[in-house]
């Protein structure tokens, strides 16, 4: 069982930055996948980024160019770098962090990070 913890998340002004951790822990495996997805009020929860222990991203197309994921595989910790933050940014950002094993793959969520932007 993984267990990941989310911080960084907060209210922040239009045109600010924010960054944000996850720290995962109880994995006996190796990480695969680490990423970032998020969830507006009345939305489906949708990418925001993704990054493999080899370093290798995926960005949602609405958020290239504002945002940057990191991963620090000895301390199983991913970032999320937010730029030029916009209202519509506001939502719910969950940690996700993928394990193969074999033939089987166990994904695991966060419990989340509220991010709000409003002036």
């Known amino acids: 069982q993984v267990q990941l913890v989310e911080s960084g998340g907060g209210l922040v002004q239009p045109g600010g930055s924010l960054r944000l951790s996850c720290g995962a822990s109880?994995?006996?495996?190796?990480?695969?996948?680490m990423g970032w997805y998020r969830q507006a009020p009345g939305k489906e929860r949708e990418l925001v980024a993704t990054?493999?222990?080899?370093?290798?991203?995926i960005y949602a197309d609405s958020l290239k160019g504002r945002i940057t994921i990191s991963r620090d595989n000895a301390k199983n910790t991913v970032y999320l770098q937010m730029n030029s933050l916009k209202p519509e940014d506001t939502a719910v950002y969950y940690c996700?962090?993928?394990?193969?094993?074999?033939?089987?793959?166990?994904?695991?969520w966060g419990q989340g990070t509220q991010v709000t932007v409003s002036s």
């Open positions: 990054i493999t222990s080899g370093g290798s991203t």
């Open positions: 996700n962090a993928i394990v193969v094993v074999g033939a089987v793959t166990y994904k695991y």
């Open positions: 109880g994995s006996r495996f190796g990480i695969n996948t």
